[in-house]
């Protein structure tokens, strides 16, 4: 009877033990790292591309892919729907905001972010079109293709995504470059 009560105290500080350490050490730390994951997501030079390569899809008319893979690019947070314009092939994404609320560089980096990652993950994608509150603008993917300076569908290799997307848009005369080259309307 003895040892039996010894191994059910034991068994009792173990899991005690072990509570403590889920609880108190690693839960806290999993947060922590899914908090700065998250907080990356927001930013084009830190956003994790292999996240949304999940959302290629063939057909721009695909609402739910176009919807779940621009909920998962920066800037997400203040989309405020999307409108489908198929005779022209546009996806018209809405944000609720006014363009002057945000850095002119960031929004310009964000803007071709997400236009090129809207054109390499959907292949009949032809324009984006950016509507905030105060104003409109389109990006069009062949005057992407000629930023890139290769066919975009190639840029579905993470490595190929960083060396050719990312790495254009670190600098801010990188960004205005970009944003000028690829831009359709303004």
Request: proline residues 3%; contains cysteine; hydrophobic residues 40%.
């Amino acid at each position: 009877m003895k040892s039996r009560n010894v191994w059910i105290v034991c068994l009792l500080v173990i899991g005690l033990i072990s509570l403590i350490v889920v609880e108190g050490f690693v839960n806290p730390r999993l947060a922590a790292d899914q908090s700065r994951y998250e907080e990356q997501q927001k930013h084009p030079l830190t956003h994790d591309f292999t996240a949304v390569t999940k959302y290629q899809n063939a057909y721009m008319g695909n609402f739910s892919n176009l919807s779940h893979l621009n909920q998962s690019l920066p800037m997400h947070e203040r989309l405020d729907g999307y409108q489908l314009f198929p005779e022209t092939f546009t996806a018209q994404i809405n944000y609720s905001m006014n363009t002057d609320e945000m850095n002119k560089v960031e929004l310009e980096r964000v803007l071709v972010y997400n236009a090129v990652a809207n054109f390499v993950l959907i292949d009949n994608l032809e324009q984006v079109a950016y509507q905030f509150k105060d104003t409109r603008i389109v990006l069009d993917r062949k005057r992407a293709e000629q930023w890139a300076g290769m066919e975009l569908k190639a840029l579905q290799k993470p490595e190929q995504w960083d060396s050719v997307v990312r790495q254009k848009l670190v600098e801010p005369a990188q960004v205005q470059a970009a944003f000028s080259q690829i831009v359709y309307k303004y």
